[in-house]
């Protein structure tokens, strides 16, 4: 049976899809700031040697024979050459007099006094440039000489660097985004499996277990835990109600009626017209029917009760059986049936002896009810695999193939006892009992011979 | 009358419009194609007898390809494509300076080369300026005018022998007018950088009164005629052909240093063929630098490694540090000074 709730979104989703676009965010501002600080860099290492070029060529401005000279210095160039393979120009003035160098060279007019060098970014002979102008005064006997250096260069290398630097950057975002995806992916992973675990716990539970979460849990689903466990004890205090009350009603009912035997049995003596004597008897049958149900209901409701809390010692099954035997022996010598034990001292098992002995109690006690007339009813006691069976055979009618499936039910009888007396609790309590200790129950017809066969399967300690 | 006035005015016009050729041609040679086709305009300052076997090996491949070869001093070749922009589709010069003006200020095209990995970094500038020969700047003397007297090793012992034999040498030194010739310029921007002695040299070779000449191939003349016992910055794979053929002629292996000049190629911006153009460049850096060798390559075996075993061969690095001597103060100064040297009163 699929329970199917209303679902609407998953946190998984919402949670892995929320971090791949931060990490997106994140790299694509990565890629900015390097791409940012890459121009900055690329720029200030050619200013920083357009300058040196400026400087070391204003160095060399004199005045001689009258005017202005400069003596460019052949580093003065060839260093720019050096590092690229730009195109390089270069214009002296000397009081805004062109003196040297490329004329159409437009040169900023230096700012602010105190600045030494002035940068520009413009356009000379169809392509763009970087320009540093540097001036310096020379003193002359008319007054003083202001003369200004400009020494531009193309920008090929800084483009060319900076296309490489963003492939590289480009790289560097995609990897940063594919590392955060992953960890992300896995973070979000580790961010649910809480709620997983939690979920496989409580759908892994048997239908009996009603015991509070004990698992840690996140702090976040604590509130969740705690209203299912608390849920929980509910639904447990209201099934233990119910359980009680059904144990507190057939204690209440088993007195009178065996007041009423009782009564039956001596009126029975006193009458003798036959038909009052048969339907006294009638009266006797219906009644043991009704303090069996009885019995079995407190002996299904003590079931109940201890597999919540099992007290388990080291069981010698065969011990056990031979003490339950031994109490239906008064019982099987009425109907002239043999009870027999076989086999061997097992491995120990660990349960509750009471709880064991009550479940065989309960087949034997069919085993008795079902079996003809002077038959025999034999306990087998063995060991399959890992588990210790004990398997109690009779001689009756068998089970019908088609009950087998659902006679542990509670109130189901087989098609073929309807003339036996029987509650259908029997088998319902032996499998809950044997399930309580983590083993099975199995039901089925002897082979060659007509009877049944019921196996308890209790896994060894 | 119509029909006869409008080519008339047509032609007037089509006069008018062609530039009047001011740069001054020394040869100019045609490599007429097999079958006809488009052709490839060439100026160059590299002797044609030399360079033609590149143009033949060039048109076995390229059949269609008619050559149009015009030789000029670099200087010429500077102001045909700097100033007068003539079109041309490669320019050929052993003026590095001057091809890495051009690449510079804006005048060639880019060339991406699929065989430029053959190209070591130092023998190009940016996809524009492709060197394909790799040429020493020697000193080239006559064995007789130094019989008795030691070899030099140094410029400093070529000092010291020229001054000690004064007599000897007077009038019969030789060099580059570096106002002339882009390459005499170059080879005397870059000895300057590299040493002192240059300037003490061309103190000694000015009191011998020095001949001062437009290209390596005269002075060499000068020293199988006689006329000079030393010829100083001579281009060495000139030098070498001719030592070749004339015993009397020496080379001085310096110990100092020598200066390695890169020959290169560049297309100019008015180039109308730049695809074969580039086919020409790809062609050059093919029988230059791969690793065989072309046999049809009538250059000097080149070397990869910039800096080779000899440490004293130093090749002039293709790059914007060539503008420096190029920068009208600047070589103003440096030709007064050079002046002042070699021209004695």
Redesign the interface.
Known sequence: MTAISNVSGSIRRRLTLQLLGIAAVLAALLFIMVMTFAKQVAEESQDNILTASATSILDSAAIQGGGV??????????????VS?D???YRVTANGKF????KGLSVTKPGRKQERHSFMTSHY??ESIRMVSATRRLSYASGPVEVTVSVAQTL?RQTETLERISTSAFYLGFGFFIAAAILGVLSVQSAVKPIQILADSVSRRGPQDLRAVQAPVPGEMAPLVVALNRFMERLKKSLTRSEEFIAEAAHRVRTPLAVLRTQAEIALRRVERPENRASLKEMIRAIDESSRAAGQLLDHAMVSFRTDHLEVTKIDLLELGRETLERHQPLAEMQDKTLIIEGETPPPVSGDAILIQNALSNIIDNAIKYAPFGEDIKIRIGTEGHWVVVSVFDQGEGFNETDIKHLTTRFSRGGNAENTIGSGLGLTIAEEVVQAHGGYLKLSNRKNVTGACVSFYFPQS | MRILLLPTILISFALWLMPAVAYEIEQHKLFPASAGGEGLRIISNSDSDIFSPLIEAFQRKYPTVSVDYTVVSSTELMRAVYEENAAFDIAISSAMDLQVKL????YTRPHNSEFSELLPDWAR??NHVFAFTQEPASVVYSKSAFEGLEIPTSRQSLISILRNNGSRFKNKVGTYDIRQSGLGFLFATQDA?NSDTFWRLNEVMGSLNAKLYCCSADMISGITTGELAVAYNVLGSYAQARAAKDPNIGILALEDFTTLMLRSAIIPTTAENPDIAGAFIDHLITASWSEEGADYYPYPKLNRERASQRLSLRTI?L???L???L????RS?FLQEWQNAIIQP
């Open positions: 000279t400069v003596d460019i210095p052949y580093s003065a160039l060839s260093m720019l050459g050096n393979d195109r390089v120009f003196l040297t160098g490329y002979m169809g090929k | 690449a510079n200020d804006g500038w940016r950088r690095r790059g914007p540090g503008l420096v001597y920068d009208n103060l600047k100064q």
